[in-house]
């Protein structure tokens, strides 16, 4: 039995997986996160930066990694992404979260919601009835699958990111990539 690799994404991006950027992106970052997790707060703002500079070359793919065991409220934070995606706004609630991430209760979750605008009887149903809970918990499998033991857990191009993911590095990174191509 081949042991399996875990450099590699071992889930291909598919339909059900939140992207943001085209599909034509030469570069596409998947990201296991935690909405509760700081490294994956300062990661937010850096690859919004990363993302306004580089424009339709970079592709962005978020999964959920709730490591609800340090961070108590990830694991409703996702579902709250998700209800929030199932109504269209799954990236706003996404940077809502991020932005936010000291204030991560139910109460909050609720306040987001509305402010988004988002029909709030459904969205509270969905956070009671956990109906998001099974989808959060598939993301986080397949991260663990992928030897993900720790947010953020990143992979460019399908390839283990295990460099340093300052905007400095990432952009250097990435630029050079995308010189080396068009040569």
Request: aromatic share 10%; net charge negative; with cysteine.
């Amino acid at each position: 039995m081949r042991p399996i690799d875990d450099t590699r994404l071992l889930l291909p991006i598919g339909p059900e997986d939140h992207v943001h950027g085209p599909d034509s992106a030469p570069f596409t970052l998947v990201e296991y996160g935690d909405y509760e997790c700081p490294a994956c707060g300062q990661l937010f703002v850096i690859l919004r930066d990363v993302q306004g500079v580089l424009g339709e070359h970079l592709r962005i793919v978020y999964r959920h990694y709730p490591l609800s065991g340090a961070h108590p409220n990830a694991q409703k934070a996702a579902e709250a992404a998700e209800a929030a995606g199932s109504q269209g706004r799954f990236w706003e609630m996404h940077d809502l979260l991020f932005q936010h991430q000291a204030n991560l209760k139910r109460k909050d979750l609720l306040g987001y919601a509305e402010r988004l605008g988002l029909d709030i009887s459904r969205f509270r149903s969905d956070l009671t009835g956990s109906i998001y809970r099974d989808r959060v918990r598939e993301d986080f499998r397949h991260g663990v699958q992928n030897g993900v033991y720790g947010t953020p857990g990143l992979f460019l191009n399908g390839v283990r990111y295990d460099d340093a993911w300052d905007r400095d590095t990432l952009l250097r990174k990435l630029t050079a990539a995308r010189q080396a191509e068009a040569f």
